[in-house]
């Protein structure tokens, strides 16, 4: 009945940020984490509803989720953004986000600087939610006050009315804990000054969705569902500290130190995170011992990642080819929580039992770039090779623009730098729940159907310092911001029909079992338009 899972990977790549006499080389990681679980659990015999049928309602609403995002996943492939044309594809999307027409979904998008701070469930605030603060009660410590004072009892003496045996009765059907997470240091290779042959493009893509339905029908009033969307997306100056130290504002260089790569230059992290879970109990059964716990729920399923890549600053990187940057978020929430309860306590009290769905994306990058055209003498120093290192030396500590600098430590790449963090993380949790309960204590039971918690986090801070970009095909740089959420809480018969219409057509073309003459699953002895209202969150958003 009980189920604890947990994936955990990390990627450690470092080099100390120093003067370096070896070639600094590409560093890629790609991380899959997949967690599949079923833990249906069955009490008792009762009118239950069809599990099959319940699964794949979660799946259908999987499929709808996707067609949500703004945009298609970036591609995993390295060569794909060592094509210019790729790249720019990718740009193209952005500016032409996919147009969500899922009926009664609430879409948020903000383009360029309007995606910069931070926003949450499309609007502006000033710092973003804590998930520790958003959890629901079920999963948050106990709060206990420190006591120095020694207890003198018996440890058998001890009646702590916190413990999980206490008296009373409980039945938790929820309660499950479903964790996506990836945090990611990037400081590789940055420098004061960029100069590049091609084009210079950076862009920056979120896009987080939430299908949830939490339809709940019965005795316990229902459970709720809080979805948060949470995108933070900063740029945070951090001047080279080392620069017009020593020398006076016209000495040139006393000698250059350059670092020569004759191909790409690649700092890439791909990870894919999979929450893929059921948890539909059902129970049919008498309360009538004089203390209750059935604990059919409280899975715990964590993958977490954690990436630290550090490696060199430069004076000058000089890329022969293009300058890339690419950090693509995609994230999928997907909550099927239609609870049928009959007996135990009237419902939660103040949201008790509320599930928290939570989307959490952090950008963060220390160093501004700033563009401008390329200057002659720079533009002849890129053509040249290997062959002509002293010329290119000669050359640089006579460019102006170098004045004041005791040393110059130069990183020259023949090929391109590409810089890339992909992360998609989904999680789809069916937890439609059938608590029938009778007997002489089954109005004091307390049922947990709900009191799930969904996190999706990716966390990332891109280290560095504030640049000046020449690029000599010109540069280019966009964000979007895409938050979109379906929570489907039919109102009415009318709906309830027509939505369920739908969802028998939407399986007969999926080729699912399940539905006859358009009425919810088979064996409830709840009438058809009251199991249309209960059954399914693919409603309105099919309708």
């Given at each position: 009945?009980?189920?604890?899972?947990?994936?955990?990977?990390?990627?450690?790549?470092?080099?100390?940020?120093?003067?370096?006499?070896?070639?600094?080389?590409?560093?890629?990681?790609?991380?899959?984490?997949?967690?599949?679980?079923?833990?249906?659990?069955?009490?008792?015999?009762?009118?239950?509803?069809?599990?099959?049928?319940?699964?794949?309602?979660?799946?259908?609403?999987a499929q709808v989720a996707a067609s949500m995002q703004a945009f298609a996943v970036p591609s995993f492939s390295i060569s794909d953004y060592l094509s210019i044309e790729y790249v720019e594809s990718l740009a193209e999307a952005m500016l032409a986000p996919i147009n969500v027409e899922v009926e009664g979904a609430v879409v948020y998008q903000f383009h360029g600087?309007?995606?910069?701070?931070?926003?949450?469930?499309?609007?502006?605030?000033?710092?973003?939610?804590?998930?520790?603060?958003?959890?629901?009660?079920?999963?948050?410590?106990?709060?206990?006050?420190?006591?120095?004072?020694?207890?003198?009892?018996?440890?058998?003496?001890?009646?702590?009315?916190?413990?999980?045996?206490?008296?009373?009765?409980?039945?938790?059907?929820?309660?499950?804990?479903?964790?996506?997470?990836?945090?990611?240091?990037?400081?590789?290779?940055?420098?004061?000054?960029?100069?590049?042959?091609?084009?210079?493009?950076?862009?920056?893509?979120?896009?987080?969705?939430?299908?949830?339905?939490?339809?709940?029908?019965?005795?316990?009033?229902?459970?709720?569902?809080?979805?948060?969307?949470?995108?933070?997306?900063?740029?945070?100056?951090?001047?080279?500290?080392?620069?017009?130290?020593?020398?006076?504002?016209?000495?040139?260089?006393?000698?250059?130190?350059?670092?020569?790569?004759?191909?790409?230059?690649?700092?890439?992290?791909?990870?894919?995170?999979?929450?893929?879970?059921?948890?539909?109990?059902?129970?049919?059964?008498?309360?009538?011992?004089?203390?209750?716990?059935?604990?059919?729920?409280?899975?715990?399923?964590?993958?977490?990642?954690?990436?630290?890549?550090?490696?060199?600053?430069?004076?000058?990187?000089?890329?022969?080819?293009?300058?890339?940057?690419?950090?693509?978020?995609?994230?999928?929430?997907?909550?099927?929580?239609?609870?049928?309860?009959?007996?135990?306590?009237?419902?939660?009290?103040?949201?008790?039992?509320?599930?928290?769905?939570?989307?959490?994306?952090?950008?963060?990058?220390?160093?501004?770039?700033?563009?401008?055209?390329?200057?002659?003498?720079?533009?002849?120093?890129?053509?040249?090779?290997?062959?002509?290192?002293?010329?290119?030396?000669?050359?640089?500590?006579?460019?102006?623009?170098?004045?004041?600098?005791?040393?110059?430590?130069?990183?020259?790449?023949?090929?391109?730098?590409?810089?890339?963090?992909?992360?998609?993380?989904?999680?789809?949790?069916?937890?439609?729940?059938?608590?029938?309960?009778?007997?002489?204590?089954?109005?004091?039971?307390?049922?947990?159907?709900?009191?799930?918690?969904?996190?999706?986090?990716?966390?990332?801070?891109?280290?560095?310092?504030?640049?000046?970009?020449?690029?000599?095909?010109?540069?280019?740089?966009?964000?979007?911001?895409?938050?979109?959420?379906?929570?489907?809480?039919?109102?009415?018969?009318?709906?309830?029909?027509?939505?369920?219409?739908?969802?028998?057509?939407?399986?007969?073309?999926?080729?699912?079992?399940?539905?006859?003459?358009?009425?919810?699953?088979?064996?409830?002895?709840?009438?058809?338009?009251?199991?249309?209202?209960?059954?399914?969150?693919?409603?309105?958003?099919?309708?």
């Amino acid at each position: 009945p009980e189920a604890t899972t947990g994936l955990g990977a990390t990627f450690v790549i470092e080099q100390q940020l120093e003067i370096v006499t070896e070639l600094i080389g590409s560093a890629v990681t790609y991380t899959f984490q997949t967690i599949f679980l079923r833990d249906n659990d069955v009490v008792g015999e009762g009118d239950f509803r069809d599990v099959d049928q319940l699964i794949a309602l979660a799946e259908a609403a999987a499929q709808v989720a996707a067609s949500m995002q703004a945009f298609a996943v970036p591609s995993f492939s390295i060569s794909d953004y060592l094509s210019i044309e790729y790249v720019e594809s990718l740009a193209e999307a952005m500016l032409a986000p996919i147009n969500v027409e899922v009926e009664g979904a609430v879409v948020y998008q903000f383009h360029g600087e309007d995606a910069m701070g931070v926003i949450v469930n499309g609007e502006y605030v000033d710092e973003a939610p804590e998930w520790e603060d958003l959890l629901p009660a079920h999963h948050r410590p106990d709060e206990e006050e420190e006591d120095e004072t020694p207890d003198m009892m018996p440890a058998e003496w001890n009646q702590d009315e916190e413990d999980e045996f206490a008296e009373g009765h409980t039945v938790i059907a929820g309660g499950n804990l479903a964790i996506n997470e990836m945090n990611a240091t990037v400081a590789w290779v940055d420098a004061p000054y960029i100069a590049v042959g091609g084009k210079a493009i950076e862009l920056a893509m979120v896009s987080q969705v939430a299908v949830v339905s939490d339809t709940d029908k019965g005795t316990n009033g229902g459970s709720g569902t809080n979805v948060v969307h949470s995108s933070t997306i900063e740029v945070e100056g951090n001047s080279a500290p080392w620069l017009k130290k020593g020398s006076s504002e016209d000495d040139a260089p006393a000698y250059v130190h350059v670092d020569w790569i004759t191909t790409d230059l690649i700092v890439a992290n791909f990870v894919k995170q999979d929450i893929d879970a059921t948890d539909i109990d059902h129970i049919d059964t008498e309360i009538n011992a004089t203390t209750t716990l059935y604990a059919l729920g409280d899975n715990e399923l964590i993958d977490v990642t954690n990436i630290l890549q550090l490696g060199s600053y430069y004076d000058l990187i000089m890329i022969e080819g293009d300058m890339i940057s690419v950090d693509a978020f995609i994230q999928t929430h997907v909550l099927m929580d239609d609870d049928v309860v009959m007996g135990g306590l009237p419902g939660p009290i103040d949201g008790s039992d509320e599930n928290l769905v939570m989307n959490e994306v952090s950008l963060k990058k220390e160093g501004e770039d700033s563009y401008q055209a390329m200057h002659d003498s720079m533009a002849d120093a890129m053509t040249m090779g290997e062959d002509d290192m002293a010329a290119l030396e000669e050359a640089l500590m006579n460019d102006p623009m170098f004045a004041g600098m005791e040393q110059m430590r130069v990183l020259k790449i023949d090929g391109s730098l590409v810089q890339v963090n992909v992360a998609e993380q989904s999680t789809m949790l069916a937890d439609q729940d059938d608590v029938y309960l009778k007997g002489p204590h089954a109005g004091e039971t307390e049922v947990l159907a709900g009191s799930n918690a969904m996190l999706n986090a990716a966390n990332v801070t891109k280290a560095g310092v504030d640049s000046v970009v020449m690029a000599e095909d010109g540069a280019f740089s966009d964000l979007l911001l895409h938050q979109a959420s379906l929570l489907d809480i039919p109102t009415n018969e009318d709906i309830a029909e027509m939505t369920n219409e739908a969802i028998a057509a939407l399986m007969e073309e999926a080729g699912m079992p399940g539905y006859e003459n358009g009425i919810g699953p088979n064996g409830n002895d709840l009438t058809p338009s009251e199991m249309a209202n209960s059954s399914d969150g693919l409603q309105t958003m099919l309708a």
